[in-house]
């Protein structure tokens, strides 16, 4: 039976940050975030946008008809409201979906949204009929004038997990790998995530190469049976060091072709920064939208979540795959830009780990899912319109 992705949507804030302008703030070459980094803008979170409202949001773009037929909603993040309660059913609230559907919530940094996409593959080949929503949702939160705070951003995929899927068929064999190490975590009494960034950056490549080599020790495949890698980007520098340790000089057809790729997947990435979970598929929806892709080509993913565990797995590209994938670009060019002060007042009115009532000022936003505020240790949203 074929299994995979059937729909491909994305959402993010309506407000983002050029980095040229943090990087006057932080007294930095701006080159050093624009090329050193490979990024020129990040999303900029209001208080009223958390990992659910974002979710929501993302998932809210698959039209109802398909949204009808979801059993399962598989929400992955590391941007949790709540110790106890799945931000999936806050989710399914939101977006009217009916009682009989099971929900439920995954952590492992930036790696759970591919444990639930494979989740999601096990419950389609015992229910071939069902559909999984599995959305990846997050808000990557360093810290002011952080080592980090220039990697930061915010959003969510949604993807439809189904038999004949629309967009990308996954294939049976992957390689997991996992080891306990220390270059990200965020403890419960932080807002904020603690991370050896340069340590983080050496393990993602070793991770890499373990999942890629033993990859080809059990399929035997190799560069050549591939279109292109796409890379989890918790900034777009990062898929060029992963490549690069693959590639090293070599500059002929097959280097170029995946070079290319990663050009084409890190377009969106560079706008609106980490996403954490959801950032290895928003490569795949860039470069899907601005690669040469086409129907029949294999692509190879790869996830990594600090703490650490890496997955190298691999779809083809269906026949008509296009109509099935959201196009999030006018989206972005219409978000509204603010100044180092406006993100930085935003920054510090998150919630957080607050424990008082409140009241946030919805006046400002558009998004149709917000987060009002906070009554008797609840949270407030609203879906609008
Ligand atoms: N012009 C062009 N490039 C410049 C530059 C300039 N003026 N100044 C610096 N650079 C380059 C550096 O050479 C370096 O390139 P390289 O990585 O290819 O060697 C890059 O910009 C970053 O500079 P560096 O001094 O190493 O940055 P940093 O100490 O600020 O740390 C991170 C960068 C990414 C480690 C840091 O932002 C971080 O910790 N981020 C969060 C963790 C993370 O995302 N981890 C990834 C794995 S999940």
Redesign the pocket.
Known sequence: MKIGIDRLTFATTELYLDLRDLAAARH??P??Y????GQSQQAVIPPTQDAVTLAAQAAAKIPAAELAQVSTVIVATESGVDNSKAAALYVKQLLGLSDFVRTIELKEA?YSATAGLQFAKGLVALHPTEKILVIASDIAR?GLQT?????QGGGAVAMVVAKDPRVLELESTSVAFSQDVM??WRPLYRSEAL????Y??Q??IDFFQACWQRYQQLTGATLDDFAGFLF?L??T??GK?ALASELGDRDDQVAQRFWAVLQASQVYSRRVG?LYTGSLYLSLLSALNHGQLQAGNRLGLFS?G?GAEGEFLTGRLVDGFAAALERPDAMLDQRRQVSVAEYETLFNQHLGLQSQDCTFDLSDSQAPFVLAGQQNHQRQYQRRG
């Open positions: 930095v070459d080159d050093k624009l090329m050193g980094i930036c360093y080592g980090g705070e220039v990697t270059d990200f991370v050896d960034g340069k983080s950056t393990v993602y989890h918790p900034f520098k990062m060091k980490n990594y600090s």
